[in-house]
């Protein structure tokens, strides 16, 4: 098996004569792959049919002189002026009913059937060029799809597509009137054609149709893909097939993306201009790690990695001497098996001219080249053993888009977020060193010890069933505060008091509630086993006020009119533990959760290091390896068990952590012993 390092490489910005100096770099640096070619359109077919692979032909060709394999990205996100000349109705249309001009890239409409039938030409001819090219190893198709697609295309061929797409779910208009709770305002339908994109009105929509806007959106860019990968797969069987997600985005379901895929990839840039300074906190990191991970329970490629500072009309900071080798070492500790730096040589123009690559704008190797020169050189030995075996989780945090759409178009608060609550408790759990895995409603919970549910805003049949038997078998279920409000049409449920038929695994019910706008609801942890009880802390965003039934408190609201009732409850139903956390509480009381959900659950830590410093294990054929990973610019010790040994043999401060370091600790593998 081939361990592979490489480079997003764009041979067509550069003189044909430097090439071959970007090639003897790239092999003296380690690297044996590079990704080409995927906004190249306009070099690929400067007119129609009139195909030109001659170029990246010579490309590989040279690369491959120096061990160098190729991906190729099919260029779809950036079709080029002649096409959007012959066909300006692939541009799309914003929600103000603005056609978008061409420019920048994703200038596109994803249900548009001329585009489609260009893409269809290009991706064929692509795909018969170089089905039988030994140094074409792969595909991605297009790139970060959902990505420059903010409001999504509301023309009328979207428009249509939503209406067929409707028909398809519904049936009947009739149906669809009675599902969505029409006769509200007067929005009943003769007919589908009737139904709008949620183009901007004086008030808002309906809050079913955008949901169902939102899937119907999220199904479109999945078929979109998926028009290529049938085209690759049909000719090129023997080629796997990737695309390139950007870990917690929201615009497309990623479950559903990753499914065509034979294996994802993933995005990271973690100094990012766009985050507060100095970048992306190391939890949230971990969490798209992780979640990339889970969408195929498999391990996946870091497609674009962050080489250098980041920037468009602003730019981020110089990733720190020793960041580059952490950022490498964290993507390795969490599932990648394979590490793409974006890019090889920083752009001289064009909208990324600073968004900087390995190499700066003159092309001369500097630091950056010489710390991921060592950090490749170090990390194949360890990849060789490690490859391909999947990190498993015992517990797992249920992540839905569903969810995540119905609450971003009802927050109630105006700082509730589904995506920042699923962080909230990843990271009690991160700073506890317990792995998480992230699954989705149709995988099997019975193989996790513990499952996080949180907002589970959206309730059907079905999933209750699987929820109650899970806890049934024994397992612990988390579920917080808005679960069993509406059915999946978005409209609340009335038959039951909150939260519906789950209110008897939790033992309690829900009467009344609070939305704490500019409010300080303080909160007191009561729960017993664990080191400190009687911790304050404060709740947040929403307040569920809770009877119980044959539930225990384990935290109380200690303000307002709902002073002493409880905030976090526990359940015995079955062999299982049934949690219900009604508000959103504070750093402090998840923490005093997570504690008891450790040990209820029987959960392993991977030991105790202080903050910002993740411990993550990755088990080898020989060896299982223990990252001790740093985020922080100054020395910090850890505290690991003595039967692990530091992989470089460093004896003398052993379990102190350097700035931005990364110790790796070994001990024999389960399956070597
Ligand atoms: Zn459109």
Redesign the pocket.
Known sequence: MSVFFGVDYYPEHWARDRWETDAKLMQEMGLNIVRMGEFSWAKFEPGEGEFHFEWLDEAIALLAGHGIKTLIGTPTAAPPAWIIEKDPDIL??DSQGQQKGFGGRHHD????VKYREHIRRLVTAMAEHYKDNENVVGWQIDNELGNSHED????????H?FQQWLKKKYGSIENLNKEWGTVFWSQDYDKFSQIPAPKVTPTMHNPSLLLDWKRFCSDLVVDFQKLQVDIIKSICPHQPVTHNLMGLYDKTDYFDLASDLDFASNDQYPTGYYFTPPGQPSYEISACLDFIRSVKKKNFWMMELESGPTGGAFIGRMPRPGQLRLWTLHCIAHGSDTIVYFRWRTCLFGTEQFWHGILPHNGVPGRRYQELKDTVAEMVPVLKDIQGIVPKAEAAILFSYDQNNAIKIQPHHPELDYIEQVKKYYDSFYERNIPLDFISETEDFQDYKLVIAPLQFLMDAALEDKLMEYVKKGGRLVLTMRTGVKNRNNVCMGDMPLPGRLGGMLGIKIEDYDCPLGLTVKLEWTGTGIKDPGQEGVADKWCDIVTLGDAKPLAFYRSEYYKDTPAVTVNSYGAGKAYYVATEPDKHILGQLAELLREEAGLESLGESPKDVELTLRKGRARDYLFAINHTDCGQEVRIDRMWKRLDGCRENAFVVGGYGVNIYTRQSDAGQ
């Open positions: 799309p249309v409409c994803q249900s548009n999504l295309c509301m023309c009328d061929s979207c428009r597509a």
